[in-house]
């Protein structure tokens, strides 16, 4: 066996203020960019300064010495800008002077030696650059010229010859130079053959620094790769871009392949990578990456070391930064920062800071799987279309023709079930298709496909194979956790979470911190949301219900907590401020009346479960408001309908004829009159059985508005009269109001305009009093239409427009449709098509979703609208 190659050590001190940290650490990048050279030589370039040294007592500078042998240095190299250092406490053994730093003892102990044998080669640099006067001690400078005055050949006290340069590049330029020289000289001291220029070009360090990985087949994604280049782009002024998204959903395999592409058009001079990621897929399993970065420091020194600058990775904060962005103000980098989210959430906003001070030259892309960052651009990559999904598997079945002969046989619409049960993620798309091949025909396609529909119950499951090692690692707590987590739809908030998952603050931060390490939660960053991928959500969930009574106990929380979070900001027509709220939580909302839906288990007059029925319809009541207000006729319909017969299993006929009384009323919005008249014979029906005076006074003027709505005037008027009776004898003054509105409004269609106006005004006075913004909004505007009949222009713009600044403010949006539809037909009626084209296209629609009774004559409007605004050349054919 060959003995190993051995190599002459030269070791070269450097001394150097902190000013000039930067080209300190460029030493080391100048001596590692020399390897090559140096190994073909047979030299290995040692880099000292103090902070080799241990910590030990005693002077300090004298513990560097005892410690670094200033008799062993072979060259010493001297930096001085504009500091000359502090005083290290020690004497000239030869003038008896007090040192003025510990640059300048290191500068006599090496000159000294220098002196008596001619060794260590001394190598003296002065920076020239300009001083900025706030950084700038006169005293410190001073001493700096002071000591390079001494370098005369005639009156210096050590004449010699020193270099100038103005910035650390320059300097590292002619380091460089002048460290290759003096290996040249080494070589031809030894009496080796000189080096041709083809083979010193050879041992030259690359000119552009890659550090990316291997660029694997790429499919789709082409608007998020133009999203990507644009914000990479030198007229973009952010720092890059930021990439994220769920698990195995694909970031980091765009990020390369964003990267690669700029490389092709040598966008950048260097490329580094630097990825977190602890772990990756095999058919065979989890496999650990060692090589995974784990830290804000390791991400810049795996910055430094790609960029050719492992100097810069000897230093420490400020000084580190400060070096690595003067690095990149020279060198046009890419920067690619994968899995991000691993790093502690204060080395998340260091890096961040970091990256705002990028050189407009640099761009960055970072992947993770938390939103946030400022100065850059956000991608959230969401799951793989079909068509790029069909391309993985056509690319899977080239490299193997055992896997293209079953994918074949079980045809495209297979392929398809496959990618859809994958929830469009490239990897467990991948993974499936490994395993496929890695198993051969005993894994069919159908059967890949059972394995995934069965979640957790089969061993060889894709699921298994992904959560198998995490499981392991998954404590009491954890699991609490995550089956509480997967009830949420599509995320959770940390109140809400901690509540289903009966956990306290503190042990739900630790066991979130725990689950987000394993990648088995996605924290939305600046939201403190989490959420499941719906691999993971299936997997947890047959795990959850396997147990049956755990299932039921979280299931109940769940539905507990949103049950008081919808009476809390709904509840009534007062609490509009806080119906936001509800619209931002509406899909957990809407899982938890599903939840209690199934659990209430309705069967004809027999109800399964009593409690969850009963908070049905809790939560029905509490959401009523809000569904109303907010537009969502739909969804108020189907739970009204569905908790109406729940109520009325549990005999609770005041809430089922609440219920029945609510549907009713939607449908006669939408004037779908006979359901209309159905659910209010429903709620006649209940109330009968257990409803107040007062409910009977509602079922009477519900009867009115379908009289009405049939063109029943004479009967319309008399149940309306006697629901305003009603209300007046119990002291109802909304409900009078509001049954004032409606005589207002039957009185306008029989075209008695006078009798319209004293309903609708003393209506109006009533809502004015008590404060009742949501009435005076309606008043407002049946004034409005009323003044629009009349062909009083001002008066119809003024009341329309109060209802609009009234129904904006309370956010019911049909009573927005009307204000806008009716200041539109004032614009038609001035002849101003142009101006309220837009405001009737908004109507529309608003009335389109509501699927409201005015969609039709709206409709029309904003066809007039829209012919005469091209006929007199407002708006473009």
Not at 360 to 387: F, H, N, P, V
Not at 406 to 432: I, M, N, Y
Not at 762 to 783: F, H, P, T, V
């Amino acid at each position: 066996m060959p003995a190993e190659p051995t190599y002459k050590k030269l070791r070269i001190f450097i001394a150097s203020p902190s000013d000039v940290a930067a080209e300190r650490a460029k030493v080391g990048t100048a001596a590692a960019a020399l390897k090559p050279l140096a190994d073909f030589i047979g030299v290995a370039l040692e880099t000292l300064d103090w902070r080799k040294a241990l910590p030990d007592m005693g002077r300090p500078q004298q513990a560097i010495f005892d410690q670094l042998k200033p008799t062993s240095w072979d060259v010493f190299i001297g930096i001085l800008w504009q500091r000359f250092g502090t005083p290290p406490g020690g004497a000239d053994p030869q003038t008896q002077k007090e040192y003025l730093s510990g640059t300048e003892e290191e500068f006599w102990t090496a000159y000294r030696l220098w002196e008596k044998y001619r060794r260590p080669r001394m190598m003296m640099y002065r920076c020239t650059r300009p001083v900025s006067p706030e950084t700038l001690d006169p005293d410190q400078f001073k001493k700096v010229k002071a000591f390079f005055a001494e370098f005369d050949a005639v009156k210096g006290a050590h004449p010699g010859l020193y270099q100038s340069y103005d910035t650390p590049e320059a300097f590292e330029k002619l380091l460089l130079d002048h460290l290759q020289k003096l290996l040249l000289s080494y070589r031809e001291a030894e009496k080796q053959p000189p080096l041709s220029p083809q083979t010193l070009a050879e041992l030259a360090p690359p000119k552009i620094p890659d550090t990316l990985p291997r660029r694997d087949p790429f499919f789709g994604r082409r608007e998020e790769i133009d999203r990507c280049r644009r914000a990479l782009g030198p007229q973009d002024r952010g720092w890059g871009i930021i990439i994220d998204g769920i698990g195995g959903i694909g970031k980091t395999a765009l990020a390369v392949e964003v990267a690669y592409l700029c490389k092709a058009e040598s966008q950048f001079e260097a490329f580094i990578f630097a990825s977190a990621k602890q772990s990756r897929l095999d058919p065979e399993g989890a496999k650990s990456r060692n090589a995974a970065v784990r830290t804000l420091e390791g991400f810049l020194n795996e910055t430094a070391r790609g960029l050719g600058q492992p100097g810069i990775a000897q230093l420490t904060g400020e000084e580190k930064r400060r070096a690595l962005l003067d690095a990149l103000r020279q060198k046009p980098a890419l920067l690619i920062y994968d899995n991000l989210e691993t790093l502690e959430k204060t080395e998340q906003e260091a890096l961040a800071d970091f990256l705002r001070d990028l050189p407009q030259s640099c761009k960055a892309i970072i992947t993770s799987r938390r939103r946030g960052g400022e100065g850059a651009a956000w991608l959230r990559l969401e799951q793989l279309d079909w068509e790029s999904g069909r391309a993985i598997i056509a690319d899977e079945m080239s490299r193997d023709a055992r896997l293209a002969e079953t994918l074949r046989r079980a045809g495209e619409a297979q392929w398809r079930l496959l990618f859809d049960e994958t929830g469009g993620s490239p990897l467990a798309l991948k993974h499936v298709l490994g395993l496929m091949r890695v198993r051969g025909p005993a894994l069919t396609l159908e059967r890949a496909l059972a394995l995934l529909r069965k979640g957790a119950g089969g061993e060889a499951d894709l699921q298994q194979f992904i959560y198998r090692e995490a499981r392991k690692e998954l404590g009491e707590n954890e699991i609490k956790a995550l089956g509480a987590l997967s009830f949420f739809l599509p995320s959770a908030a940390f109140e809400a979470l901690m509540a289903t998952a009966d956990l306290s603050r503190t042990a739900l931060e630790v066991v979130l911190e725990r689950l987000d390490a394993l990648s088995l939660v996605n924290r939305e960053a600046g939201e403190e949301r989490y959420s499941l991928h719906p691999l993971t959500r299936r997997y947890v969930r047959d795990e959850l219900l396997a147990e049956a009574t755990t299932a039921a106990e979280t299931g109940t929380r769940f539905a507990k907590y949103w049950l008081e979070y919808a009476k809390r900001y709904g509840g009534s027509r007062k609490n509009y401020p806080t119906f936001p709220r509800l619209e931002a939580e509406w899909p957990n909302i809407e899982a938890a009346a599903n939840y209690l839906w199934e659990r209430a288990a309705l069967q004809d007059e027999a109800v399964g479960d009593r409690e969850a029925a009963r908070m049905l319809n809790d939560l029905v009541g509490a959401l009523s408001w809000w569904l109303w207000f907010g537009g969502r006729w739909d969804e108020w319909a189907q739970w009204s309908a569905r908790a109406c017969p729940a109520a009325a299993a549990l005999k609770d006929w005041s809430v089922a004829g609440r219920r029945a009384y609510e549907a009713a009323w939607i449908y006669y919005q939408r004037a779908r009159t006979e359901e209309a008249a159905e659910w209010t014979g429903r709620c006649a029906e209940a109330w009968a059985r257990g409803g107040s005076k007062s409910d009977q006074a509602e079922v009477g003027r519900m009867r009115g508005l379908v009289a009405q709505q049939r063109k029943e005037y004479a009967e319309a008027e008399r149940l309306l009269r006697e629901a305003l009776v009603a209300y007046r004898e119990s002291g109802e003054d909304g409900n009078v109001a509001i049954a004032l509105n409606d005589l207002g409004v039957l009185a306008h269609k029989r075209e008695d305009y006078e009798a319209a106006e004293r309903f609708y005004r003393e209506a109006l006075e009533l809502a004015e009093k008590r404060g009742d913004k949501e009435g005076q909004a309606i008043y407002s505007g049946n004034l409005g239409e009323l003044a629009l009949d009349r062909e009083q222009w001002a008066e119809a713009r003024r009341r329309y427009e109060q209802e609009l600044l009234l129904a904006e403010e309370v956010g019911r949006v049909d009573l927005i449709a009307h204000a806008k539809a009716g200041l539109a037909r004032v614009l038609e009626a001035e002849g101003r098509p142009g101006l309220a084209l837009p405001l009737a296209q908004e109507a529309l629609a608003i009335y389109q979703r509501l699927q409201h009774s005015a969609l039709t004559a709206t409709q029309a409007l904003v066809e007039r609208l829209r012919g005469a605004a091209q006929k007199s050349g407002e708006e473009k054919p």
